[in-house]
């Protein structure tokens, strides 16, 4: 039986292999400029936000400088250290409130509903994310924003074959693999799922972006700082654009329960 990642034991692995890397760059690029276009009052400052399993805090930090005040939370205390040293070098203290806890405690940690529930990168490590999006959904005002980004199973098959894995991507698109593995050690998740969770939780998706959708296919010299600016510019060029969005590293999905102007993705 699967059970929920140990976050602190994977702590350094994020710090180093994610936030501290190209990978990292991208996926914090794509999601800010996804949010603020999707969620433009965001940019206005003055929203109750929540980013659970929010790690070292870097997207809470971006979005409490625009003006908004952000409660992370996080079920790693390794996590909360390193997220209160940034927090303090950027000067934004007054409008971060870091709270230890995982997702089935947030509505005994966490006071009233929010205009904005971000959770990217967690469901793919919990034993039970359907649950999760079902509880996210209940911490959300009446008109608020739930933003998922998770890891993308298409994704994981198609770097499977890649690397002529051809059994294993086989399973794994037809959902037979639920057991961490891999590079990452997470669990990725169909995109039809994910999107029927929010369905049963009375949201709509109204919108999709694909993210690190070239990135992790790219030679390690293409990734460099050298190469950074012309490979941000395609992945937020083809981050809505079929079929590439459906093949990036993690799917990022809006979802509310208001009615949402233009077409639903």
Request: aromatic residues 6%.
């Amino acid at each position: 039986m699967r059970s929920d990642a140990d976050f602190d034991a994977h702590g350094q692995d994020f710090l180093r292999d994610v936030y501290g890397s190209s990978k990292g760059r991208v996926r914090l690029d794509v999601l800010v400029t996804d949010l603020l276009a999707w969620i433009p009052q965001l940019a206005a400052g003055g929203l109750t936000v929540l980013d659970v399993g929010g790690g070292a805090g870097q997207l809470s930090i971006r979005l409490a400088t625009l003006g908004n005040h952000v409660v992370l939370a996080d079920p790693s205390q390794q996590m909360l250290n390193e997220a209160t040293e940034a927090i303090k070098r950027v000067g934004v203290a007054d409008r971060v409130t870091l709270v230890r806890s995982d997702i089935a405690r947030l509505p005994q940690v966490v006071d009233g509903s929010f205009t904005v529930v971000l959770c990217h990168a967690v469901l793919e490590w919990l034993a039970d994310p359907r649950t999760a999006v079902m509880l996210l959904a209940s911490l959300l005002g009446a008109d608020g924003v739930l933003s998922l980004a998770f890891y993308n199973r298409n994704a994981s098959v198609l770097k499977r074959m890649l690397k002529g894995e051809f059994a294993q991507a086989l399973r794994e698109a037809s959902g037979q693999v639920q057991e961490r593995g891999g590079e990452s050690g997470a669990v990725a998740l169909a995109e039809h799922d994910v999107r029927e969770w929010a369905h049963q939780a009375d949201l709509t998706v109204y919108a999709k972006a694909g993210i690190r959708i070239f990135h992790d296919h790219l030679r390690p010299a293409h990734r460099t700082a050298e190469w950074m600016d012309d490979l941000l510019v395609a992945e937020r060029r083809f981050r809505r654009e079929e079929p590439f969005a459906s093949l990036g590293q993690h799917i990022h999905l809006l979802c509310t329960r208001s009615t949402v102007d233009g077409s639903v993705m």
